[in-house]
């Protein structure tokens, strides 16, 4: 590989901070949601299905981790499921699941706008 290559391929300061903050945010929901059902605040004792919430996040995380736009553009419009959970149990729930249903809100945020972020910083780079 030559030197002009890999500059090419380097993402700016934006886009890498877009990436990683899409990719921790997206962590921090699987995290958030194994933990929450399984441990912190389940449904019923020793687990609830619920659990089974975290599959469909855990599918694009290989996209996101190789740059694929496609990825980026369909989990900003994925994450409003999750959102919205989050909002539903926020101000339903009691106690514990209550606060995680806000952390969950939040992830959820701080997931959309990097992905948002994200578009918008390749396709502004790519016309100029």
Avoid: N
């Amino acid at each position: 590989m030559q030197a002009s290559d890999s500059t090419l391929s380097e993402p700016s300061s934006a886009v890498a901070f877009t990436r990683w903050l899409a990719v921790g945010s997206l962590l921090g929901l699987i995290v958030l949601g194994l933990a929450w059902e399984l441990w912190l605040a389940p449904l019923r004792p020793g687990g609830s299905w619920l659990v089974l919430k975290v599959l469909p996040l855990c599918l694009p995380l290989a996209g996101l981790l190789r740059h694929r736009m496609y990825t980026y553009r369909w989990v900003s419009l994925m994450v409003w499921i999750y959102f919205t959970e989050g909002v539903v149990r926020a101000w339903s729930d009691r106690g514990l699941s209550a606060q995680l249903a806000l952390l969950e809100v939040i992830l959820c945020v701080a997931l959309f706008v990097a992905c948002v972020m994200h578009v918008r910083i390749r396709l502004r780079k790519a016309k100029s």
